[in-house]
């Protein structure tokens, strides 16, 4: 069984500039760009009331998936609670597809390792 990390190491594998854990939640578990597909795929079925084969990669998010900016912002809230990260505007405004949304949630986890 693995031992718990410490939360000295914790610091040293996590740069609070470039990740901020809300709530005390971490982003333990969800590493891969197919980790968080699934994260998002799980949020539009249980959020949205989309059938999972309609939740594909290249779906844009407002001509295909018929979000609005409301719609955006609650997935970036549910995606925030789900990775403990901290997502700012700055960094969604260039996402149009749900694939857009996986590489950002994978470079602000891939920036916060050590």
């Known amino acids: 069984m693995m031992q718990p990390m410490s939360s000295e190491i914790e610091e040293e594998l996590v ?14 578990g969800i590493t891969s760009k197919e980790d968080i597909y699934a994260m998002l795929v799980r949020i539009m079925v249980g959020r949205f ?21 409301i719609d955006t912002l609650d997935l970036a809230v549910q995606v925030e609670e789900e990775t403990g990260l901290e997502l700012d505007e700055e960094l969604l405004k260039g996402v149009e597809r749900l694939r857009d949304v996986v590489d950002v949630i994978h470079a602000r986890l891939e920036s916060g390792s050590a």
């Open 15 to 28: 740069e609070p500039q470039f990740v901020e854990v809300v709530a005390g939640q971490s982003t333990r």
């Open 49 to 69: 009331d989309f059938a999972a084969d309609d939740v594909m990669p290249d779906a844009h998010i407002v001509d295909d998936l018929d979000l609005d900016s």
